[in-house]
């Protein structure tokens, strides 16, 4: 054996001989003792009692703020599931590139896609108009070729999408168009190709009806744009700045096709008329009345003339039928008169009715109203005061 094999063999048999003393003699020792030798013969003991304290200190009552601290976070939300091209997940690159480690594609833009997608070049073929991207082959600015969190590969859903190259219609005006506000463009539109103006789905008839179907069921008379179905004629499909979504004002609208109410020879215009407020009187769409009106006179002259009618004991029998002696929108005699009042009168009372009449006498030429009101009165004749004083008095009526 060497010499350096010899000292280590000593050195171990000396270390082994003291640390069994040390047992021997920490055996009967006091607690105090036996650390100050574990202290000579070893590296790193704790101070005395340090053991205990740590005990101590680590010792916490459970409160319910350490079990809330303690309670495992909820699990995260599930990633949403993203949508792959089905060549994509295939690992199938030469199905649309030269090679899997080319991007060059195996045909211009937009062909690539029509040799799986041959449903939609065929609608596209037979369709009047078709959205330009498509047109262009330009799949690329609203589907992603290989995977995307949206249906059917859309690089974006919803609104957004169409707004990063049309301008945001709503933006157009203070009235917007509810469906619009609250629904997707292709609710009305069609994606990549219609027959319709403004590629629709539908006809503006067929497309407007599916919510405004009410404006025209069981309606007697329909107001013929409506009836053709030209609603874009007097409104605008998105938004504007006029109520009703109109192009322009009412009285402006309706003067698109009525120009001739007032008529230009008119001396005297109903205050509606004047004013362009043509909706008082009329529904734009569709009503049970004859020329649209809402209501049939007099009830529809009660809107805003006072209902002279229902105190009156006497009634001139025509009285009821107001466009029987006026016109409702303009004309060229006094009151909205059809014609001179001599004229109106004559119309049902002919000269030879009137000469029967003593109290006629003297009153050829002469405005009937000096003696009659032509609605209402306090006899069957409808005489006014005056003409009723003239009677009492036994003398003829006559007018002057």
Known sequence: MSQPSRKISFRCRVMA??????????AGCTTESKHQWLTVFFDGVPPLGATNAVAASTTVKPSPTNVVSQAQPPPP???????????????????????????????????????????????????????????EGDCKSCHNPHQSLNKKLLVTKGNPLCLTCHDNPLAAGKFKHQAVEAGDCTDCHAAHAANFKGLLKKSAKETCAECHADLTAKKKVVHQPVADGECLECHKPHAGKIKGLLKKTVKETCAGCHDDIPAKSA?????????????????????????????????????????????AKFKHDVVEDCFGCHKPHS??????????????????????????????????????????????????????PSALDQQAGKEPAVAK
């Open 267 to 311: 001396k005297v215009i109903h205050q509606p008329v004047g004013d362009g407020d043509c909706l008082a009187c009329h529904n734009p769409h569709a009503t049970d009345k004859k020329a649209l009106v809402k209501k049939s006179a007099p009830a529809l002259c009660w809107d805003c003339h006072d209902n002279f009618l229902a105190p």
């Open 17 to 26: 001989l003291g640390g069994f003393v040390a047992l021997v003699l920490l």
């Open 77 to 135: 939300p599930p990633l949403p599931k993203s949508v792959i091209h089905p060549p994509y997940a295939n690992r199938d690159c030469t199905a649309c590139h030269e090679s899997k480690f080319s991007q060059k594609m195996l045909g211009k833009p937009g062909e690539v896609c029509f040799n799986c997608h041959k449903e939609l070049k065929q609608s596209l073929a037979a369709s009047k108009l078709t959205h330009p991207p498509v047109g």
């Open 331 to 384: 004309s060229a005699a006094g009151k909205l008169l059809k014609k001179d009042l001599l004229k109106v009168c004559a119309e049902c009372h002919d000269d030879k009715d009137l000469k029967a009449v003593k109290g006629h006498a003297g009153a050829e030429g002469k405005s009937c109203v000096v003696c009659h009101d032509p609605h209402i009165g306090k006899d069957k004749f409808l005489l006014k």
